[in-house]
């Protein structure tokens, strides 16, 4: 089978949802590649640079709030050479009907990257290193909703920015909804249905991206709907994630 099955009460949920986006997506230039993610109050931005020499790029916003401003204010990030560094912004609530945005460059290039929203879908990180083990819960309580019969068809493998790279993915487990009490015959709880992804990171030396998607059909309809995965940073061994740039001598500079 070219996709798994899963019959009844399961769909995906995940950031983006407006649009699917590549892997590529998050490519700036051939060694510069950035992720951002957002849960309402804090926005992580990490910028991986694969050269062997520092970089400097900027991340900015044309995003604006109530009165006019940015959300965030513009900053220059020293990025060392062949390390990922993530920083973390507080952007204040966009005017009302603006998408929070976020733009990376360097120099005179600059490029927009998508921002990944926390809701349905837990993912175990965004930053991930390179042949390990990676999952991600999702909740499908919302899934009670829909009326009659649903199916989901997810992916068997994930797509890579390098093209060339992929593994399968597997359900690892479905949990919850209506049961019987055990010892109570005339008693049913319900518990919110869940599912849990798992996939092996693909084997890289440097930095790639990747990402997946989910289908969800009625069985009858001939359009199906599509749901966008996370979009992931996965780094080798001749990578080093320095982690968030607060509380240490980054170069970080704003302005």
Request: overall charge positive; cysteine-free.
């Amino acid at each position: 089978m070219r996709k798994f099955l899963v019959l009844f009460l399961l769909v995906m949920v995940v950031a983006v949802p407006a649009s699917a986006f590549s892997p590529r997506d998050s490519n700036l230039t051939s060694s510069l590649f950035a992720v951002a993610w957002y849960d309402g109050n804090e926005l992580s931005v990490a910028v991986a640079n694969t050269a062997n020499t520092r970089t400097t790029v900027t991340i900015s916003t044309p995003t604006v709030d109530s009165w006019g401003r940015p959300v965030f204010s513009s900053l220059r990030l020293d990025v060392p050479g062949r390390t990922i560094i993530e920083e973390k912004l507080y952007p204040a609530a966009p005017r009302r009907n603006e998408q929070l945005v976020v733009q990376v460059g360097e120099g005179y290039r600059s490029t927009e990257i998508p921002v990944q929203t926390t809701g349905i879908m837990t993912p175990q990180n965004y930053i991930v290193e390179a042949n390990t083990q990676w999952t991600v819960r999702v909740d499908l309580d919302f899934l009670l909703q829909d009326q009659g019969r649903t199916r989901l068809i997810v992916d068997d493998y994930y797509q890579t920015g390098d093209g060339f790279n992929q593994d399968r993915i597997r359900i690892e487990s479905v949990e919850g909804g209506l049961r019987q009490v055990r010892g109570n015959s005339n008693t049913i709880e319900y518990e919110k249905p869940s599912m849990v992804l798992r996939m092996k990171t693909p084997q890289v030396s440097y930095v790639t991206t990747m990402t997946f998607g989910i289908r969800k059909s009625d069985g009858t309809s001939w359009r199906d709907e599509y749901f966008q995965g996370p979009l992931l940073l996965v780094y080798g061994r001749n990578m080093r994630f320095a982690g968030p740039s607060e509380g240490r001598s980054s170069g970080r500079v704003r302005y």
